[in-house]
T-cell receptor, first 117, second 114 residues
Framework: NAGVTQTPKFRVLKTGQSMTLLCAQD?????MYWYRQDPGMGLRLIHY???????AKGEVPDGYNVSRLKKQNFLLGLESAAPSQTSVYFC????????????????FGPGTRLTVL | DQQVKQNSPSLSVQEGRISILNCDYT??????FLWYKKYPAEGPTFLIS?????DKNEDGRFTVFLNKSAKHLSLHIVPSQPGDSAVYFC?????????????FGKGTKLSVKP
C-alpha cells in the first residue's frame, strides 16, 4: 500500500513551458486535491475532485487545469508556466461520507518541487 | 483575509516539557478542525482532529482543545520529544465535511531541544 504518490519529485521549467504533475492513490478514495505551498504560507487549494470525471476550482485555480479520468489518478497541468507558479505542490486524497469514511482526514503525497525560471 | 490564523511562526520547547500550539479562526461556519504535522521534504500527515460538538480530544501525548466562543483551538503535546520537531498546521473545514475542503493556517515550526 503506497498511499499517495506524486511524479515527478522535482522539476525545473522555463517560462512558457507546459507540464503535467501526476498524483496516484491506492486507497480507493473518492476525493482528491491539489495544493500549493509557498514560503511562509499555508497550503492553498488549487483544484479538487469529488469523484471520477469531476473537478472543481479551489482557492487559487488560475493558470492550472486538472483531470480525473481514473479514480486513482488526479493530474495537474500547467499550460504556460510562469515564475509565480514556483512552489511545492502537494496532492491529497480522502474518503467520502458515502463510503462511511472520515471525509475530512486527507492523506498527502510527498510533494513536487517546481521551479519556473 | 485569513480565516485560519497561526500567529506564532515558531516555538521552541525543552524535551519533556509541554508544547502548546495555538490557532484562531474567523469563520463561524467551521465545524471540524484538524492538526497536521509536516517534516521537511515530506507531505503533511494527519495528527488529530476535533468536531465542534466537543471541546477536547485526546490521543496519547496529543490533546486538542476547542473554545468555540473564542474561536480558538490549541494543540498540547505532553511530554514533548525531539522527534516532535516539525511544522504544525491547523486546518478547518467550513462545509461539515461534505466536500472535505480544508482551510489551512500558515503553520508553526516547533523545535524540541534535547
Amino acid at each position: 500500500n503506497a498511499g499517495v504518490t506524486q511524479t515527478p519529485k522535482f522539476r525545473v521549467l522555463k517560462t512558457g513551458q507546459s507540464m503535467t504533475l501526476l498524483c496516484a492513490q491506492d486507497m480507493n478514495h473518492e476525493y482528491m486535491y491539489w495544493y500549493r505551498q509557498d514560503p511562509g504560507m499555508g497550503l492553498r487549494l488549487i483544484h479538487y475532485s469529488v469523484g471520477e470525471g469531476t473537478t472543481a476550482k479551489g482557492e487559487v485555480p488560475d493558470g492550472y487545469n486538472v483531470s480525473r479520468l481514473k479514480k486513482q489518478n488526479f493530474l495537474l497541468g500547467l499550460e504556460s508556466a510562469a515564475p509565480s507558479q514556483t512552489s511545492v505542490y502537494f496532492c491529497a486524497s480522502s474518503y467520502s461520507k458515502a463510503s462511511g469514511g472520515a471525509t475530512d482526514t486527507q492523506y498527502f503525497g510527498p510533494g513536487t518541487r517546481l521551479t519556473v525560471l | 483575509d485569513q480565516q485560519v490564523k497561526q500567529n506564532s511562526p515558531s516555538l521552541s520547547v525543552q524535551e519533556g516539557r509541554i508544547s502548546i500550539l495555538n490557532c484562531d479562526y474567523t469563520n463561524s461556519m467551521f465545524d471540524y478542525f484538524l492538526w497536521y504535522k509536516k517534516y521537511p521534504a515530506e507531505g503533511p500527515t494527519f495528527l488529530i482532529s476535533i468536531s465542534s460538538i466537543k471541546d477536547k480530544n485526546e490521543d496519547g501525548r496529543f490533546t486538542v482543545f476547542l473554545n468555540k466562543s473564542a474561536k480558538h483551538l490549541s494543540l498540547h503535546i505532553v511530554p514533548s520529544q525531539p522527534g516532535d520537531s516539525a511544522v504544525y498546521f491547523c486546518a478547518a473545514t467550513p462545509y461539515g465535511g461534505s466536500q472535505g475542503n480544508l482551510i489551512f493556517g500558515k503553520g508553526t515550526k516547533l523545535s524540541v531541544k534535547p
